[in-house]
């Protein structure tokens, strides 16, 4: 993820956005620096701060000259080309940074001519400049977008008759309109081949015509990019990623449907952070509020989760996605065409979880994605039932008995592998309702459930210090990995969010003294938020239990809520070695 900074007023908000790219969304991020009014305090301000929340991608570049010039003036004490910037990180931070730099196939616009010898010698003017970049501790090359393929490629072949030999990735835009196709070509000065011309005219106010031949177009280009050798691509999105998946997918370098996860949930790419192998379950579905609440620890759980009682949670008055669907008007317009212009009775409530539970609606207030993970479709049928008879349910996975770890709904951790998980459910469940339930559950001897009220009131059959791993793996050559455990300290904690999620991102929807508001209100003030878990990952049906349709030991034979290969054969019981090691 490219992240650009380039004028002084922006440097804040631009390190703040790199910040939560690289820590909370796990994204491997490269900051664009630019020389646009910024002087040589200001930069060392922002690569001491990217140096301390360990970003180390940089592209180094000019910049375009400041609104309202026409051409490109260094400001006092700043640095008058991308070569200054490149000397400037490596003299003062050796190799700690990564840098990349711009490279030019058809030379910078700004030397771009119709006279054939001055634009060779321009040309050439800028292979030497690159080689200088290169020289000085530049290690990536990034073209400028092309459309004339075979310029890309002697671009290529006259860096290395030069001596360049770091990598050179070419940039590639996908047309994604007419319109603004025009206007980029037109700003770079970029060379548009007459087929491609040609074609592109006669489709112009066919808006898909236009995007399907740019994903075509795409396509040829990179191949035979590829074909020649080159290492990579550098796809320019523009912040639609349609296109480029669609090229990536023609070219079979990716597969949406076998996407594997190196964990359950999406390690992030900071440095301190790396190592990270545990979490409780009850963030899965707000992982940026996790990451955000645990960012002061001096280490992050390898293996086992230990001690919780420890580290200590953040606060959630610094947590910036506190009201993720509703901290804009747009946002909250949204929310109310999701969750109700207004509510008259409890029933409202429960038909927007049934509603989202069939996939009707795409978010809630406990999510920071809009939908489903993608292994909830195994039990979509289980949710809509419970929330019908009144469980809110805001966290869940199905039991996993020995999948394999390439499995393109429950797979994570690498090929070889085998994965396992505890049947789990999370809902919001009235005082009433939950007296039944308790009767239930306390005569399943596999099941352990917490239940806990917004004033810390606890109904539990598992003591304060018994970790439960819910989610295993098994792989060649390695110890038992549990990326996923249940906490009861970090329950409390995550209790508080909760609830108050209920009235931060759904209740100021409404008037304060409004029917809706208190109909709200009145679920925090008296309603459960409830944990269980299903240890018997193997014979347990939670979900049968859950909705008092039958006991476990009525239904030995039969597993509902579980993975199944194709066959739709019961697994064999797994190994007793196997089930010590998982319990945790």
Same mark, same amino acid.
């Given at each position: 993820?490219?992240?650009?900074?380039?004028?002084?007023?922006?440097?804040?908000?631009?390190?703040?956005?790199?910040?939560?790219?690289?820590?909370?969304?796990?994204?491997?991020?490269?900051?664009?620096?630019? $020389?646009?009014?910024?002087?040589?305090?200001?930069?060392?301000?922002?690569?001491?701060?990217?140096?301390?929340?360990?970003?180390?991608?940089?592209?180094?570049?000019?910049?375009?000259?400041?609104?309202?010039?026409?051409?490109?003036?260094?400001?006092?004490?700043?640095?008058?080309?991308?070569?200054?910037?490149?000397?400037?990180?490596?003299?003062?931070?050796?190799?700690?940074?990564?840098?990349?730099?711009?490279?030019?196939?058809?030379?910078?616009?700004?030397?771009?001519?119709?006279?054939?010898?001055?634009?060779?010698?321009?040309?050439?003017?800028?292979?030497?400049?690159?080689?200088?970049?290169?020289?000085?501790?530049?290690?990536?090359?990034?073209?400028?977008?092309?459309?004339?393929?075979?310029?890309?490629?002697?671009?290529?072949?006259? $860096?290395?008759?030069?001596?360049?030999?770091?990598?050179?990735?070419?940039?590639?835009?996908?047309?994604?309109?007419?319109?603004?196709?025009?206007?980029?070509?037109?700003? $770079?000065?970029?060379?548009?081949?007459? =087929?491609?011309? *040609?074609?592109?005219?006669?489709?112009?106010?066919?808006?898909? *015509?236009?995007?399907?031949?740019?994903?075509?177009?795409?396509?040829?280009?990179?191949?035979?990019?590829?074909?020649? #050798?080159?290492?990579?691509?550098?796809?320019?999105?523009?912040?639609?990623?349609?296109?480029?998946?669609?090229?990536?997918?023609?070219?079979?370098?990716?597969?949406?449907?076998?996407?594997?996860?190196?964990?359950?949930?999406?390690?992030?790419?900071?440095?301190?952070?790396?190592?990270?192998?545990?979490?409780?379950?009850?963030?899965?579905?707000?992982?940026?509020?996790?990451?955000?609440?645990?960012?002061?620890? =001096?280490?992050?759980?390898?293996?086992?989760?230990?001690?919780?009682?420890?580290?200590?949670?953040?606060?959630?008055? =610094?947590?910036?996605?506190?009201?993720?669907?509703?901290?804009?008007?747009?946002?909250?317009?949204? *929310?109310?065409? $999701?969750?109700?212009?207004?509510?008259?009775?409890?029933?409202?409530?429960?038909?927007?979880?049934?509603?989202?539970? @069939?996939?009707?609606? #795409?978010?809630?207030?406990?999510?920071?994605?809009?939908?489903?993970?993608?292994?909830?479709?195994?039990?979509?049928?289980?949710?809509?039932?419970?929330?019908?008879?009144?469980?809110?349910?805001?966290?869940?996975?199905?039991?996993?008995?020995?999948?394999?770890?390439?499995? *393109?709904?429950?797979?994570?951790?690498?090929?070889?592998?085998?994965?396992?998980?505890?049947?789990?459910?999370?809902?919001?469940?009235?005082?009433?309702?939950?007296?039944?339930?308790?009767?239930?559950?306390?005569? @399943?001897?596999?099941?352990?459930?917490?239940?806990?009220?917004?004033?810390?009131?606890?109904?539990?059959?598992?003591?304060?210090?018994?970790?439960?791993?819910?989610?295993?793996?098994?792989?060649?050559?390695?110890?038992?990995?549990?990326?996923?455990?249940?906490?009861?300290?970090?329950?409390?904690?995550?209790?508080?969010?909760?609830?108050?999620?209920?009235?931060?991102?759904?209740?100021?929807?409404?008037?304060?003294?409004?029917?809706?508001?208190?109909?709200?209100?009145?679920?925090?003030?008296?309603?459960?938020?409830?944990?269980?878990?299903?240890?018997?990952?193997?014979?347990?049906?939670?979900?049968?239990?859950?909705?008092?349709?039958?006991?476990?030991?009525?239904?030995?034979?039969?597993?509902?809520?579980?993975?199944?290969?194709?066959?739709?054969?019961?697994?064999?019981?797994?190994?007793?070695?196997?089930?010590?090691?998982?319990?945790?």
């Amino acid at each position: 993820m490219h992240m650009r900074m380039s004028r002084q007023g922006c440097l804040l908000c631009l390190l703040t956005s790199s910040l939560s790219l690289q820590v909370q969304v796990c994204v491997e991020t490269m900051m664009h620096l630019t $020389c646009t009014n910024m002087p040589q305090d200001k930069l060392r301000e922002a690569l001491d701060k990217l140096k301390e929340v360990g970003i180390q991608n940089i592209l180094a570049l000019r910049g375009d000259p400041p609104k309202g010039q026409d051409n490109f003036e260094a400001v006092e004490g700043g640095f008058a080309c991308a070569l200054d910037l490149v000397k400037y990180i490596r003299e003062n931070y050796g190799d700690y940074f990564g840098i990349t730099v711009a490279g030019y196939p058809e030379a910078h616009p700004e030397v771009i001519t119709d006279d054939a010898e001055e634009m060779e010698r321009a040309y050439q003017s800028d292979l030497q400049y690159l080689k200088q970049k290169v020289d000085a501790g530049a290690q990536v090359i990034i073209t400028q977008l092309f459309y004339d393929v075979e310029k890309f490629i002697k671009f290529t072949q006259d $860096c290395r008759a030069l001596g360049i030999e770091c990598p050179i990735i070419p940039g590639v835009m996908p047309i994604m309109t007419y319109g603004g196709f025009k206007r980029m070509t037109g700003f $770079c000065k970029t060379h548009v081949p007459k =087929d491609v011309e *040609a074609a592109l005219e006669s489709i112009k106010d066919n808006d898909e *015509a236009v995007k399907n031949f740019g994903i075509d177009l795409g396509t040829r280009m990179c191949k035979r990019i590829l074909d020649s #050798g080159t290492p990579g691509l550098h796809m320019y999105t523009l912040n639609t990623e349609r296109s480029s998946v669609a090229i990536l997918e023609n070219l079979g370098l990716i597969n949406k449907s076998q996407l594997n996860r190196s964990l359950p949930w999406r390690q992030p790419t900071n440095e301190r952070r790396k190592a990270e192998q545990v979490r409780p379950i009850f963030w899965a579905n707000r992982p940026k509020s996790y990451i955000n609440r645990t960012s002061d620890w =001096d280490k992050y759980p390898q293996g086992r989760w230990g001690n919780a009682k420890s580290p200590a949670y953040g606060t959630l008055n =610094d947590y910036q996605f506190m009201r993720r669907h509703t901290n804009s008007s747009k946002r909250q317009e949204k *929310a109310k065409q $999701c969750w109700g212009a207004s509510l008259s009775k409890i029933d409202d409530v429960n038909k927007v979880f049934v509603k989202y539970a @069939q996939g009707d609606l #795409g978010m809630l207030p406990w999510s920071e994605m809009e939908g489903f993970h993608r292994e909830t479709g195994t039990i979509q049928s289980q949710l809509q039932q419970l929330n019908t008879q009144g469980y809110l349910t805001i966290n869940s996975q199905p039991q996993v008995n020995g999948a394999p770890s390439t499995d *393109a709904k429950v797979g994570w951790g690498g090929p070889d592998g085998y994965v396992y998980q505890k049947a789990y459910v999370e809902f919001f469940i009235s005082p009433e309702k939950l007296e039944n339930l308790e009767q239930r559950l306390q005569k @399943q001897s596999s099941i352990t459930y917490m239940a806990i009220d917004s004033k810390g009131k606890v109904r539990s059959n598992v003591g304060q210090s018994d970790v439960n791993a819910v989610t295993w793996g098994v792989f060649p050559g390695k110890e038992v990995v549990q990326p996923t455990v249940v906490d009861p300290h970090s329950f409390s904690v995550w209790k508080d969010e909760a609830f108050q999620l209920w009235t931060e991102d759904w209740a100021n929807l409404y008037e304060k003294n409004s029917r809706s508001y208190k109909i709200i209100q009145d679920i925090v003030d008296h309603w459960f938020l409830v944990s269980v878990v299903e240890n018997d990952y193997v014979h347990g049906d939670l979900f049968k239990v859950l909705l008092g349709t039958t006991s476990k030991d009525d239904q030995v034979e039969e597993v509902a809520a579980a993975w199944n290969p194709a066959s739709q054969q019961q697994q064999p019981e797994p190994k007793e070695a196997l089930k010590a090691a998982a319990a945790h």
